[in-house]
Nanobody, 125 residues
Framework: DVQLQASGGGLVQAGGSLRLSCAAFGFTFDDYAIGWFRQAPGKEREGVSCINHDDGTTYYSDSVKGRFTISSDHAKNTAYLQMNNLKPEDTAVYYC??????????????????WGQGTLVTVSS
């Protein structure tokens, strides 16, 4: 079965760090780009970051650029989102998604083929 398992969320103080993981099962990880989205209560889903495994292209939204880093471990079929200098406005449920044509230099598509279940990140002030 195809699965994306997101994990690593939690409660952290402002200025702290968390690393989210997105483990992929049931499809060829190298053939898919991985994206991270988040949705805060009462807000629309926001594309945060993505990585294209074909050419290494990465994308970051302006709201996280310079604080978040996306990476992949192909041996573990897992993508990561390292989040540093977290702010209360980063509080949201974070989702990972996978699709062959997901990630571009200036944006990440929000209609990925596969989606994980979400992991909650709460940043206290």
């Amino acid at each position: 079965d195809v699965q994306l398992q997101a994990s690593g969320g939690g409660l952290v103080q402002a200025g702290g760090s968390l690393r989210l993981s997105c483990a992929a099962f049931g499809f060829t990880f190298d053939d898919y780009a991985i994206g991270w989205f988040r949705q805060a209560p009462g807000k629309e889903r926001e594309g945060v970051s993505c990585i294209n495994h074909d050419d290494g292209t990465t994308y970051y939204s302006d709201s996280v650029k310079g604080r978040f880093t996306i990476s992949s471990d192909h041996a573990k079929n897992t993508a990561y989102l390292q989040m540093n200098n977290l702010k209360p406005e980063d509080t949201a449920v974070y989702y990972c998604t996978a699709d062959p044509s997901l990630c571009y230099r200036d944006y990440v598509r929000d209609d990925g083929e596969f989606w994980g279940q979400g992991t909650l990140v709460t940043v206290s002030s």
